[in-house]
């Protein structure tokens, strides 16, 4: 059975940093393209970063790109976004996704077949 599992997420000041894991299991990380989508109240899902399988090519949208920063462990089956300079408009649920059969990273959402349950990240003063 294919899970993700999402942590890391919480409540920062605009202009900090977090950490965001996703443990995954059930299928081959290494040789998985993966990804970070987020998805904003009323709003629909948005592509954040991909990677390649086995470390890849790194991939970013233009409003992450510079701040944020994908990378696995395939040791681990662990995918990480690194998010820095956070801002109140990056307040989201993040979910990562697998494209399980896939060995390029995709920059659109719908290119992911398997989510996680996701987790939340608030940026507020």
């Known amino acids: 059975e294919v899970q993700l599992v999402e942590s890391g997420g919480g409540l920062v000041q605009p202009g900090g940093s977090l950490r965001l894991s996703c443990a995954a299991s059930?299928?081959?990380?290494?040789?998985?393209?993966m990804s970070w989508v987020r998805q904003a109240p009323g709003k629909g899902p948005e592509w954040v970063s991909a990677?390649?399988?086995?470390?890849?090519?790194?991939y970013y949208s233009d409003s992450v790109k510079g701040r944020f920063t994908i990378s696995g462990d395939t040791n681990e089956n662990t995918l990480y976004l690194q998010m820095n300079s956070l801002k109140p408009e990056d307040t989201a649920v993040y979910y990562c996704?697998?494209?399980?059969?896939?060995?390029?990273?995709?920059?659109?959402?719908?290119?992911?077949?398997?989510w996680g349950q996701g987790t939340q990240v608030t940026v507020s003063s």
């Open positions: 059930g299928f081959s990380f290494g040789n998985t393209a």
């Open positions: 996704a697998a494209d399980i059969g896939g060995r390029f990273a995709k920059t659109y959402s719908s290119a992911y077949d398997y």
């Open positions: 990677v390649g399988s086995g470390g890849g090519r790194t």
